[in-house]
């Protein structure tokens, strides 16, 4: 038998950036309760490491099912103070990757959100996704998909003098201005 951590850490191994706490069962959700790591942070206005701590604060996100159940990540994040003198910012340590500003599921999952909404819009789209164990209103599915990145147009091999101007004329902003004739 394998160390409970080692499990754990199998299992939410896209939550390695954070120190996992403790794992419960709630039924139909399993919740995780994380911490960010004890290691120094860079100050974002001078750039100064610190591991001075101002206060705590949670925040919860979900993230991508295990065992066909939803999880929900409580984690706990440090404010920090900046030790500059003249800068003595606090500030919130961000996890990109894990936690993202304003977010409410971790980039992985809607990631996967977005690649069923892609396919399968409106209704059909949300019903596939609570078998998934990805509960999702409609409206919050419509809003990951009007964020998710538009496909790039083929970008054609050999450009001719038609299609520059035509390019040129459709999208004006998009173009550096040419040289004066
Ligand atoms: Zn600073």
Do not use: K
Request: charged share 25%; net charge positive; aromatic share 4%.
């Amino acid at each position: 038998m394998r160390d409970v951590n080692e499990l754990v850490s199998t299992v939410f191994s896209g939550l390695s950036p954070l120190v996992v706490q403790d794992v419960a069962d709630e039924g139909e959700r399993i919740r995780v309760r994380a911490r960010t790591p004890d290691g120094s942070v860079a100050c974002p206005g001078c750039g100064a490491q610190t591991t001075r701590v101002h206060g705590y604060h949670e925040r919860s996100v979900a993230d991508v099912p295990v065992d066909a159940r939803r999880v929900l990540v409580v984690v706990r994040v440090r404010r920090l103070v900046c030790p500059t003198r003249g800068c003595r910012q606090t500030f919130r340590e961000q996890l990109p990757g894990v936690l993202e500003r304003y977010q409410r599921r971790t980039p992985r999952l809607t990631c996967q959100i977005g690649a069923v909404v892609r396919e399968l819009a409106g209704r059909a789209g949300t019903r596939a996704l609570s078998v998934l164990a990805m509960r999702l209103s409609r409206h919050t599915a419509l809003r990951i998909l009007l964020r998710l990145p538009l496909p790039q147009p083929p970008v054609p091999r050999l450009l001719g003098v038609d299609d520059f101007a035509f390019h040129r004329a459709a999208w004006p902003g998009s173009c550096s201005p040419g040289p004066a004739i």
